[in-house]
Nanobody, 115 residues
Framework: QVQLVESGGGLVQAGGSLRLSCAASERIFNLVFMGWYRQAPGKQRDLVATITSGGGTNYADSVKGRFTISRDNAKNTMSLQMNSLKPEDTAVYYC?????????WGQGTQVTVSS
């Protein structure tokens, strides 16, 4: 099964930026979408952003205008550029990949935004 490995999380002050990356262990076939979800302590896992096989993007209202999702098909990677970070963005961020046959999740990376 394809493995997903996230990187780029960390601690940043409010107003700062971070870039998350998700690398797939092999080439993806029959991709439907890739995306990012996040889960804060005591809360459910929520959608952050997705990008389809055709390049269409979708964002949660709370991150529109601040976050940008992108994908590099040649490198089997996906990124999330996060700008103007707020304390409420603090969460574990998970990479997700959905094909026509299965869905897989990464192990998560912690993002902490201090006020």
């Amino acid at each position: 099964q394809v493995q997903l490995v996230e990187s780029g999380g960390g601690l940043v002050q409010a107003g700062g930026s971070l870039r998350l990356s998700c690398a797939a262990s092999e080439r993806i076939f029959n991709l439907v979408f890739m995306g990012w979800y996040r889960q804060a302590p005591g809360k459910q896992r929520d959608l952050v952003a997705t990008i389809t096989s055709g390049g269409g993007t979708n964002y949660a209202d709370s991150v529109k205008g601040r976050f940008t999702i992108s994908r590099d098909n040649a490198k089997n990677t996906m990124s999330l550029q996060m700008n103007s970070l707020k304390p409420e963005d603090t969460a574990v961020y998970y990479c997700v990949l959905r094909t026509t046959g299965w869905t897989n999740w990464g192990q998560g990376t912690q993002v902490t935004v201090s006020s």
